[in-house]
């Protein structure tokens, strides 16, 4: 598999609008492992998981094979961005003491991607992989109107991997010994333009764009208008997050 560049058209507003994770994951992935020297974070994005596992490990490496969306990310100490493909992370042999992969694994090649890891980790290293898939809005005309939009409207143009997102990951090949992980769930507490901004980073909303020529936001802004109240008003948005995470056989 090449790399397929999704995201750098859109990565600035992607550095914006994509949520961070829940302090409890990152809670439980200290206790992975006993040494906390250096953490690989491959396709990294604009560094949504970088920044909280900089608060973990003392090191992290975070790559992406899209120099616009590294570009987006924020420098912090500790945090060392790179351009860089999930086979060829540029890292020593044995080296890190956990990979992760957050909300991109069905993007990369599978084969090339875990021979990296297999090469780049310690001994008794981890691998923690996690996404979401659609949000659910906690008030029913909102649900249903997001719904819509995202099954609906923009359907046809998603790309065939997110139906392993869909999945929740579960039928995805994950040859390591596995482990059991919490049932964690994101949530947010939006702004209606927090909540636009971020279907704007869907992939299929870029697709639908670029095919029709034509912004598929505005109907469906107009329409979560309606229910919102003020534009500011705070309404909470929620993923369950879909966990796998192992050690080396």
């Given at each position: 598999?090449?790399f397929r560049?999704?995201f750098?058209e859109r990565?600035?507003i992607y550095?914006?609008?994509?949520p961070e994770?829940?302090?409890?994951?990152f809670?439980?992935?200290?206790?992975?492992?006993q040494r906390h020297?250096?953490?690989?974070?491959?396709a990294?994005?604009s560094?949504?998981a970088?920044?909280?596992?900089v608060?973990?490990?003392s090191r992290?490496v975070?790559t992406?094979a899209?120099?616009?969306?590294?570009?987006?990310?924020v420098?912090?100490?500790?945090i060392?961005?790179?351009?860089?493909?999930?086979?060829?992370?540029?890292?020593p042999?044995?080296?890190?003491?956990?990979?992760t992969?957050?909300?991109?694994l069905?993007w990369?090649d599978l084969?090339?991607?875990?021979?990296?890891v297999?090469r780049?980790?310690?001994?008794?290293?981890?691998?923690?992989?996690?996404?979401y898939?659609?949000p659910?809005?906690?008030?029913?005309?909102l649900?249903?109107?997001?719904?819509?939009?995202?099954?609906?409207?923009i359907?046809d143009?998603?790309?065939?991997?997110r139906?392993?997102l869909?999945?929740?990951?579960?039928n995805?090949a994950?040859?390591f010994?596995?482990i059991?992980?919490?049932?964690l769930?994101?949530?947010?507490?939006w702004t209606?333009?927090?909540l636009?901004?971020?279907l704007r980073?869907?992939?299929a909303?870029?697709?639908?764009?670029?095919?029709?020529g034509?912004?598929p936001?505005?109907?469906v802004e107009?329409a979560l208008a309606?229910?919102?109240?003020?534009?500011?008003?705070?309404r909470l948005?929620?993923?369950?997050?879909?966990?796998r995470?192992?050690?080396l056989s």
């Amino acid at each position: 598999m090449t790399f397929r560049d999704l995201f750098s058209e859109r990565a600035k507003i992607y550095s914006q609008f994509r949520p961070e994770y829940p302090d409890e994951l990152f809670a439980w992935l200290r206790g992975l492992v006993q040494r906390h020297d250096m953490v690989w974070d491959c396709a990294t994005g604009s560094g949504q998981a970088a920044k909280a596992l900089v608060e973990v490990f003392s090191r992290v490496v975070a790559t992406d094979a899209s120099a616009e969306q590294i570009a987006e990310a924020v420098p912090e100490p500790g945090i060392e961005y790179r351009v860089a493909t999930a086979s060829r992370s540029g890292l020593p042999d044995h080296s890190v003491n956990m990979v992760t992969v957050a909300q991109a694994l069905h993007w990369l090649d599978l084969n090339s991607f875990y021979a990296e890891v297999r090469r780049v980790l310690v001994p008794d290293g981890a691998i923690v992989i996690w996404g979401y898939g659609d949000p659910v809005m906690q008030a029913e005309p909102l649900e249903q109107i997001v719904h819509a939009y995202n099954r609906g409207t923009i359907e046809d143009y998603w790309m065939p991997e997110r139906a392993i997102l869909l999945e929740r990951y579960a039928n995805v090949a994950f040859p390591f010994r596995e482990i059991e992980t919490p049932a964690l769930t994101l949530d947010r507490h939006w702004t209606l333009p927090e909540l636009v901004g971020y279907l704007r980073t869907w992939s299929a909303t870029a697709n639908y764009t670029k095919k029709t020529g034509t912004d598929p936001i505005p109907p469906v802004e107009t329409a979560l208008a309606k229910h919102w109240g003020e534009k500011e008003n705070r309404r909470l948005v929620r993923w369950p997050l879909h966990i796998r995470a192992g050690y080396l056989s």
